[in-house]
């Protein structure tokens, strides 16, 4: 059983930052298949669909939402099967609850950390 567990989220300014974590947690033979797998975060508004933030890949390989590029970055440590999401210049729209996710056996989710943006 895999397990993901996100960190980091609270309320700042417009314009300030936050960095989410997520631990992955599980057996052995899982660990090593997340380690090898692309990692991501998702965040979901109120009223809105869920959609993708940042990925990465095993190789370190990245890719962002139009809409964060140049502000958010998402790094991973493959040592503590961890993934992190470095948010800078953060806006009111990017207030939302955001998921870490694992491309692992058909995926798995975390539970959220609630990210508020507002003065």
């Known amino acids: 059983q895999v397990q993901l567990v996100e960190s980091g989220g609270g309320l700042v300014q417009p314009g300030g930052s936050l960095r989410l974590s997520c631990a992955a947690s599980?057996?052995?033979?899982?660990?090593?298949?997340?380690?090898?797998?692309?990692m991501g975060w998702y965040r979901q508004a109120p009223g809105k669909q869920r959609e993708l933030v940042a990925v990465?890949?095993?190789?370190?390989?990245?890719n962002y939402a139009d809409s964060v590029k140049g502000r958010f970055t998402i790094s991973r440590d493959f040592a503590k099967n961890a993934v992190y999401l470095q948010m800078n210049s953060l806006k009111p729209e990017d207030a939302a609850v955001y998921y870490c996710?694992?491309?692992?056996?058909?995926?798995?989710w975390g539970k959220g950390t609630l990210v508020t943006v507002s003065s």
């Open positions: 990465i890949t095993s190789d370190g390989s990245t």
């Open positions: 599980g057996s052995i033979f899982s660990a090593y298949g997340i380690s090898i797998s692309a």
């Open positions: 996710r694992t491309n692992y056996s058909g995926g798995y």
